[in-house]
């Protein structure tokens, strides 16, 4: 066994040395000096998708610059980059601006150059964040419908509209934040959009707080639909949502004005009514003498049409009741849609089920991207953040679905991209007529990153 050493631990900033033990015969010092080293050597990777993308370009276009132009040092552009690429890095907060200052691989990325002038102050940022302008966010949230349309090459026969709120806790007091009964806090309650199938991130739309979760968001809905289907006439357009989102506005709007492939299919609270429908009562005994005769789960789907007072025209509502192996009290589901071609069970497990997805990607929105570090006072500042944390959620996204699919890492969470590919330990050279970045040959996902490098060497 090797006898034990000691090694220093030498900082620059303040010439301290620290002495720990070794297991190896030989000293070992330890600097933190180097200039030409990143931990961040998936940001090449990722500065070229944005470029793909042209987010920065695109963001910034929406944006009015209202600052001296004498005293700019960092245009906008320079300043989306380098706040989405922290993002994506995991450094979610403002203040994380000052610890990236002189970073190599960021300066590369933001400034062309790892000798240039140091990148943005947390300062710089902060009044970046608060000059937004309500046209200015109006803009955004137009371009975010418009990025998601240029996503596809061509138009597709089907997209769903996945929509779900979700509390983002909030700190102090700040504007428009209420507190929450469900939640049991004071938060914020943004509305999310995704498209069901590919998980892209259509609207994140930032709301006040509410005392409860009813959602009203039919003129939104309106809006978006009308928008996509200027681009895409002959797609189904499906919007799914629980029961939250049952919008007697949106229902009468395409039942009444005929809306050519535009379907729904929500949750349905129970109400008295419901539960007194004689379908409902029937399916309930059944359930009731089937666990009893059998004891094992048992589950029955039945329909019905229903007009609530506030509807205009009868709907499609089916109904769910079972008993799980748990045993108990009859549990009984019900949803609405104008869907005709699917039998009641189908509906349920196989469309209505899905919706299910929409939780998981809100879970990656807020884990992989930190999308719930809402920390501003002002409401507008706030918008501009969940509008920036959306941006580097697509960009995530988009990084993985193309450059790492085929890999082991294609259907990976976004955290597990960030904290694989990446976090990745570089040095860097930059000489006269090239900038050489150098991987560790030993690199535990060698085979994806490689593979990442490749993808990009193709597409230059």
Not at 307 to 330: C, D, F, H, N, Y
Not at 385 to 396: E, P, T
Not at 452 to 460: D, E, P, T
Request: net charge positive; hydrophobic share 40%; with cysteine.
């Amino acid at each position: 066994m090797c006898k034990d050493s000691h090694f220093s631990v030498t900082n620059q900033d303040n010439s301290e040395k620290i002495l720990l033990r070794s297991v190896i015969n030989l000293p070992i010092e330890a600097r933190m000096d180097s200039m030409t080293l990143s931990s961040y050597g998936g940001i090449p990777m990722l500065k070229q998708e944005a470029e793909h993308l042209s987010i920065a370009s695109k963001l910034s276009s929406c944006i009015v610059d209202r600052r001296k132009k004498w005293l700019v040092r960092h245009s906008l552009e320079d300043l989306i980059m380098t706040r989405i690429l922290q993002i994506c890095l995991g450094y979610e907060d403002v203040n994380d601006c000052d610890r990236h200052r002189g970073e190599p691989m960021l300066k590369l990325a933001v400034n062309g150059d790892t000798r240039d002038r140091d990148i943005c102050s947390s300062a710089t940022m902060c009044r970046f964040e608060n000059m937004v302008t309500e046209d200015d966010l109006a803009r955004i949230q137009e371009l975010f419908v418009t990025m998601f349309i240029l996503s596809y090459k061509k138009a597709p026969s089907h997209i769903i509209l996945d929509c779900d709120d979700t509390n983002v806790d909030t700190y102090g007091k700040q504007e428009q934040t209420i507190f929450n009964t469900y939640y049991d806090c004071f938060c914020f309650m943004p509305l999310m959009v995704f498209e069901g199938y590919s998980g892209r991130l259509i609207l994140p739309l930032l709301k006040p707080g509410r005392r409860n979760k009813t959602a009203n968001v039919f003129d939104t809905l309106q809006w978006l639909i009308a928008t996509i289907r200027a681009a895409w006439p002959n797609t189904t357009i499906t919007v799914r949502g629980d029961s939250h989102f049952c919008s007697h506005e949106l229902m009468d709007w395409v039942s009444l004005t005929l809306q050519r492939k535009v379907f729904f299919i929500t949750g349905l609270a129970a109400n008295s009514v419901l539960m007194a429908k004689p379908i409902v009562q029937q399916l309930t005994e059944k359930v009731r003498h089937d666990y009893g005769l059998f004891k094992h789960p048992v589950r029955e789907y039945g329909e019905f049409w229903y007009r609530a007072g506030s509807w205009t025209l009868p709907q499609r509502v089916v109904v769910k009741v079972e008993i799980t192996k748990m045993g108990g009290q009859p549990n009984i589901r019900f949803i609405v849609s104008n869907i005709r071609c699917t039998d009641a069970k189908g509906l349920y497990e196989t469309t209505y089920c899905q919706r299910g997805r929409d939780e998981l990607y809100i879970r990656h929105f807020k884990e992989g991207v930190k999308g719930d570090r809402l920390s501003c006072h002002s409401f507008n500042a706030n918008r501009m953040r969940i509008f920036l944390h959306g941006m580097a959620y697509n960009l995530m996204l988009s990084f993985r679905d193309r450059a790492l699919k085929g890999t082991e890492l294609e259907d990976a969470e976004l955290l597990t991209i960030r904290e694989r590919i990446l976090l990745t330990a570089v040095s860097i050279k930059v000489r006269k007529t090239k900038v050489v970045i150098d991987y560790p040959k030993h690199h535990p996902m060698k085979k994806e990153l490689s593979h990442a490098l490749r993808f990009y060497q193709q597409a230059a």
